[in-house]
T-cell receptor
Framework: AQSVSQHNHHVILSEAASLELGCNYS??????LFWYVQYPGQHLQLLLK??????LVKGIKGFEAEFIKSKFSFNLRKPSVQWSDTAEYFC???????????FGTGTRLTVIP | NAGVTQTPKFRILKIGQSMTLQCTQD?????MYWYRQDPGMGLKLIYY???????DKGEVPNGYNVSRSTTEDFPLRLELAAPSQTSVYFC?????????????FGPGTRLTVL
């Protein structure tokens, strides 16, 4: 079955630590890729997106993600996290031609001051 | 623009009651979606619409109904509430061009069925 996998369910980091959250998908064709963030008690907001071109995309708040087609991955990174990055992070995939997004189960990030 | 708005923010229902979750967007988006979010499960698509008068089932449609009479509104109806429908419900919208589906989300409705 086609799916989006986020293997890290809960990540705990100290401030200034580096972050990498994994996202793998199983769709074989062309895809659009997204990372959304959900701060506590809030709705989902777009962090960054990849449609085509440079596989390294930069988003808001210092986040970036790299699309590695051969690995079907779109991992999210940030060199130095802050307490305000505490949130849940969702990877989402839209195969070309699809009418909707397919979401991973999310990764909860807790940043300790 | 207000973006995507949802009402109510919170609701408690008794088993068997019915209710409608409202969703409105003012961005002239043609596509609209309803998701439910359960802890550790991510977002599951309930229903979606690609335009006024057109709706389609998502991954978890049982127990829900939708309608799309206007571009702006996409209400979600629960006819006979069950405890399994306790969840947070998010509405989203997008304007599809060239297959790009960046979705904009509403603030959510937290529903508890007792």
């Amino acid at each position: 079955a086609q799916s989006v996998s986020q293997h890290n369910h809960h990540v705990i980091l100290s401030e200034a630590a580096s972050l990498e959250l994994g996202c793998n998908y199983s769709y074989g064709g062309t895809v659009n890729l997204f990372w959304y963030v959900q701060y506590p008690g809030q709705h989902l907001q777009l962090l960054l997106k990849y449609f085509s071109g440079d596989p390294l995309v930069k988003g808001i708040k210092g986040f970036e993600a790299e699309f590695i087609k051969s690995k079907f991955s779109f991992n999210l990174r940030k060199p130095s996290v802050q307490w305000s990055d505490t949130a849940e992070y969702f990877c989402a995939v839209s195969p070309t031609g699809a009418n909707n997004l397919f979401f991973g189960t999310g990764t909860r990030l807790t940043v300790i001051p | 623009n207000a973006g995507v708005t949802q009402t109510p923010k919170f609701r408690i229902l008794k088993i068997g009651q019915s209710m409608t979750l409202q969703c409105t967007q003012d961005m002239n988006h043609n596509y609209m979606y309803w998701y439910r979010q359960d802890p550790g499960m991510g977002l599951k698509l309930i229903y979606y619409s690609v335009g006024a008068g057109i709706t389609d089932k998502g991954e978890v449609p049982n127990g829900y109904n939708v309608s799309r009479s206007t571009t702006e509104d996409f209400p979600l109806r629960l006819e006979l509430a069950a405890p399994s429908q306790t969840s947070v419900y998010f509405c989203a919208s997008t304007h599809r061009t060239s297959g790009i589906l960046e979705q904009f989300f509403g603030p959510g409705t937290r529903l508890t069925v007792l």
